[in-house]
Nanobody, 125 residues
Framework: QVQLVESGGGLVQAGGSLRLSCAAS????????MGWFRQAPGKEREFVAG????????YYADSVKGRFTASRDNAKNTVYLQMNSLKPEDTAVYYC??????????????????WGQGTQVTVSS
């Protein structure tokens, strides 16, 4: 069983930065594929970033490429999402997710087994 707790959300002006953290409890974290998703009001949950077990292989949604950087520290059982050049359209609740091993459909929410409670990110114009 894995528990995920996100932190680091908040209110920021457009062009600003935030760093989200997702702390995981439980064994085997280093073998888990991790994902970041977000959900804006009235919209479906969407993929933001994915990291394989080593953290060296990372995937991003086109909408955040070049602005967001995902990373993980397996020694600390934590994944991060550094968000730069934030835009009002980045406003959403951000979730981290985990699954044992990797899945080719890493960008779809239903392949993940564990989810955090979410953290609100609000970007003002």
């Amino acid at each position: 069983q894995v528990q995920l707790v996100e932190s680091g959300g908040g209110l920021v002006q457009a062009g600003g930065s935030l760093r989200l953290s997702c702390a995981a409890s439980g064994r085997g974290f280093s073998n888990y594929g991790m994902g970041w998703f977000r959900q804006a009001p009235g919209k479906e949950r969407e993929f933001v970033a994915g990291l394989r077990w080593s953290g060296e292989t990372r995937y991003y949604a086109d909408s955040v490429k070049g602005r967001f950087t995902a990373s993980r520290d397996n020694a600390k059982n934590t994944v991060y999402l550094q968000m730069n050049s934030l835009k009002p359209e980045d406003t959403a609740v951000y979730y981290c997710a985990a699954r044992s091993g990797w899945h080719i459909y890493y960008y779809t929410s239903n392949v993940y087994n564990y989810w955090g409670q979410g953290t609100q990110v609000t970007v003002s114009s």
